[in-house]
């Protein structure tokens, strides 16, 4: 996620329209330090937070990385932010789906392990009782694997 943010703020500084993000004054105030006269000669429009006016006042900011302000860095860390997780979460669900499908022999492996562990504890239908692909999808029925085939990957 952080570093598909980084990628993605470096990007959008790098283009010629560059996004704004609303950032409370209170925010920018501590980025300034509490320098409220810095503040205003940036941002005028926070001055109804300096005032008290409206102490949750906002200040469009422009999201840039490439001038060293922190006001304008943090802008356009906050505008990537929530792209930057929907595509992390969207490369986990793919990344996650291409494994299982690439490690079918460990898949096997695991489900005798699981068969022989329930086996022991003397659960019913040992290996394929609970939520198995053969009753909730068109799995094919899962036979019992033989002992030999079943001790050699444990050993
Ligand atoms: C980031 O942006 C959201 C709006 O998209 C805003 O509500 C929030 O206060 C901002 N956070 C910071 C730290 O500026
Ligand atoms: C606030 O910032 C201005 C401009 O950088 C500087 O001249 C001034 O000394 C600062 N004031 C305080 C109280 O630090």
């Not at 330090?33 to 422009?62: K, M």
């Not at 299982?100 to 068969?115: D, F, H, V």
């Amino acid at each position: 996620m952080r570093i598909i943010s980084l990628l993605m703020s470096l990007i959008i500084s790098s283009t010629a329209r560059k996004p704004f993000s609303a950032i409370p004054c209170t925010v920018i105030d501590y980025i300034f330090a509490g320098n409220a006269s810095q503040v205003l000669g940036s941002y005028p429009s926070c001055s109804p937070y300096y005032s008290g006016q409206n102490p949750d006042q906002h200040a469009i900011v422009q999201a840039n990385m490439g001038t060293g302000r922190a006001d304008q860095l943090v802008a356009a860390f906050n505008s990537t932010f929530s792209t930057g997780s929907w595509l992390a979460l969207a490369i986990h669900c793919i990344g996650a789906e291409v494994y299982l499908r690439l490690t079918p022999a460990e898949a096997t492996r695991l489900r005798k392990i699981s068969y022989q562990k329930q086996l022991e504890a003397g659960v019913q239908n040992p290996g394929k009782g609970g939520l198995t692909v053969q009753r909730l999808g068109d799995a094919e029925p899962w036979d019992i694997p033989g002992s030999e085939e079943l001790t050699s990957p444990l050993r």
